[in-house]
T-cell receptor
Framework: DAGVTQSPTHLIKTRGQQVTLRCSPKSGHDTVSWYQQALGQGPQFIFQYYEEEERQRGNFPDRFSGHQFPNYSSELNVNALLLGDSALYLCASSLNQGLYEQYFGPGTRLTVT | KQEVTQIPAALSVPEGENLVLNCSFT??????LQWFRQDPGKGLTSLLL?????REQTSGRLNASLDKSSGRSTLYIAASQPGDSATYLC??????????????FGKGTHLIIQP
């Protein structure tokens, strides 16, 4: 049974560019959440998707947007990249709007230069 | 706004010792609490999940307790091994709108077990 997968593993972008990160949830899971983790910090919640809609959003600007597809996979898009967007981006999946245990993927390391 | 604090920030102990990691949260109206392990540059591995109605959960050498009213949880690791070296993160969620809100994390405890 495959766990949560994310792609790409690493990414280097230039300030002002746009980036798309991808996540496939654990088999059977219908809810996907995205987190940003800066070096030495705990993950910060970006948003959660359920039934292809953004169910909840953390304190992140509109430059951060997402999408969930009918197969429950998800994308995170970040526009107008800033140096401060450099971080590890983590995807987590769970059942039924996050009511059960959260399972995390390996993350995507984004570096903005 | 929920805030999660983990103490100590770092811990280095010799192999074989039993140890306790602490987590506190400011808003006791939580839905559940989850402990994770993170190896350097990697994703998070779920260790234990405690629902708000539970007092503790156990998995192998790990035991997590929850005192919701005082806003505290502890992770007890028995007979520590070098392979336990990692950062341990505590996170809480709140129930709202038919589901659980996104997790609020502490900054973690960086644990080193000396061989």
């Amino acid at each position: 049974d495959a766990g949560v997968t994310q792609s790409p593993t690493h990414l280097i972008k230039t300030r002002g560019q746009q980036v798309t990160l991808r996540c496939s949830p654990k088999s059977g899971h219908d809810t996907v959440s995205w987190y940003q983790q800066a070096l030495g910090q705990g993950p910060q919640f970006i948003f959660q998707y359920y039934e292809e809609e953004e169910r909840q959003r953390g304190n992140f600007p509109d430059r951060f947007s997402g999408h969930q597809f009918p197969n429950y996979s998800s994308e995170l898009n970040v526009n107008a990249l800033l140096l401060g967007d450099s971080a590890l981006y983590l995807c987590a999946s769970s059942l039924n709007q996050g009511l059960y245990e959260q399972y995390f993927g390996p993350g995507t390391r984004l570096t903005v230069t | 706004k929920q805030e999660v604090t983990q103490i100590p920030a770092a811990l280095s102990v010799p192999e074989g010792e039993n140890l306790v990691l602490n987590c506190s949260f400011t808003d006791s109206a939580i839905y559940n609490l989850q402990w994770f392990r993170q190896d350097p540059g990697k994703g998070l591995t779920s260790l234990l999940l405690i629902q708000s109605s539970q007092r503790e959960q156990t998995s192998g050498r790990l035991n997590a307790s929850l005192d919701k009213s005082s806003g505290r949880s502890t992770l007890y690791i028995a007979a520590s091994q070098p392979g336990d070296s990692a950062t341990y993160l505590c996170a809480v969620s709140r129930y709202s709108g038919g589901g659980a809100d996104g997790l609020t994390f502490g900054k973690g405890t960086h644990l080193i077990i000396q061989p």
